[in-house]
């Protein structure tokens, strides 16, 4: 008779707990897995999916715009919808949310709905239900934080501004970061009044300056208003909406307000607590290589561990913690290096590797290459948009550290160029490339003069 109910009891169904318990069930474990929301976790429900339609939706009003230089005549000027966006989304949601469940099902894979507490190094307890597990996967992801201010209550946070009753004709998100700069261009290219306040003088912290500078720039090109270097002060609900005071003395008066201020381990609840189970000091949860906890019998991947907070990366952890205890051959540690990331804001970033202010701090010599302009396409819409590309090369061995864009479509290019700057390919090797033509991605292997050492 087996010592414990199942070999691994995950906590939490989103993308890197469904991948473990997918995985460990494949290798011959039995296998649980809790949730008490909802499957996919926040990339499928609150993040990135619905992120994505919606930037889809919102990138219609440039098309429709462009389209008339290339002999394109509407009939009359087009209406957005937003109830058709938000409904066709929720059934797209639902329909994902069906996917997830039958891959646990064909898997044979238990799932439970409920919040799962851990009770000690091999039990949790589920709406009263105590289950043993030789391993205890925690994988919840991250909650919306969402600063202490006066007229807190009247602002929403990224996992309830996708489903507003109305679509906002003005609208506000405090933050710098990926999700205040998207919801900034989604909103205002479906044709809200849009507004982006952040504390700092420059959003995206952590990319590279230029990259922040050239988005920072195209961004207020196409409409959006940008409040650097003041936060807010406080909300006052009013007849005629909401007035946002900031601490630089400015009153603006719109219809939402979005709180894109990070978020952080959502272990409410979860009992890690009675364990003494070791934080970080930003309060997520320590791990080694093999994903350990303080007790080595619980586990913990994702965005909860503090990692870049990407689902490819969740994605990863579960599939090197799966083969460091569910199989003969463990890997050696996952390798963070080269994570390739994209901004789906208007227009689009993608990167790979070392931004220009890294490189230089680790390297003696680096040359940069960079390439701005107007893209062939505009050249009949009329737009103004421009695209950045721009390669970080290290002088001692070529080697390409750092692949950037600003420009349509940005992480679809960074996808294949991740692939070279993670093998190691040099400025030598991107040159010897015959390039697409014509294409804006063929700039990547034309950049011959560095624009600066």
Known sequence: ?????????????????????????????????????????????????????????????????????????????????????????????KRLNGIYGRLLDNADVRLINGRARVVDAHTVEVDGESISAEKILVAVGGWPWVPDFPGREHVLDSNRVFDLDEFPKRFLVLGGGYIAVEFASIFNGLGSDAHLVYRGELFLRGFDHEVREFTRDEMAKKGVNLHFETTIEGIEKRDDGLAVTLTNGETLVVDTVLA???????????????????????GTIKVNDRYETSVPSILALGDVTGGPELTPVAL???????????????????????????????????????????????????????????????????????????????????RVLG??????????????????????????????????????AEEFVTMRTPTRR
């Open 1 to 93: 008779m087996a010592e414990f109910d199942y070999d691994l009891f995950v906590i939490g169904a989103g993308s890197g707990g469904v991948r473990a318990a997918r995985t460990a069930a494949a290798t011959g474990a039995r296998v649980a897995i809790a949730e008490d929301r909802y499957l996919g976790g926040t990339c499928v429900n609150v993040g990135c999916v619905p992120k994505k339609l919606y930037s889809y939706a919102a990138h219609f009003h440039e098309a429709f715009e462009d389209s008339a230089g290339f002999g394109w005549q509407l009939a009359e000027a087009p209406r957005f919808d937003w109830a058709t966006l938000r409904d066709n989304k929720i059934a797209e949601i």
């Open 260 to 282: 894109a201020t990070g978020r952080r381990p959502n272990l409410r609840g979860l009992g890690l607590d009675q364990l003494d189970i070791a934080l970080n000091p930003d």
């Open 316 to 398: 990863a952890e579960a599939m090197h913690m799966v083969q460091h205890h569910f199989t003969a051959n463990p890997p050696g540690p996952l390798d963070y290096r080269n994570i390739a990331t994209a901004v789906f804001c208007h227009p689009n970033i993608g990167t790979v590797g070392l931004s220009e202010e890294a490189a230089r701090a680790e390297y003696e010599a680096v040359s940069i290459y960079t390439a701005d302009f107007r893209p062939m396409k505009h050249t009949l819409s009329g737009s103004d948009e421009r695209c950045l590309m721009k390669l970080v090369v290290d002088e001692a061995s070529d």
């Open 403 to 440: 692949a950037h864009m600003v420009g349509e479509e940005a992480g679809e290019v960074i996808q294949g160029i991740a692939i070279a700057v993670r093998a190691g390919l040099t400025k030598s090797d991107f040159d010897a490339t015959v390039g697409i033509h014509p294409t804006g």
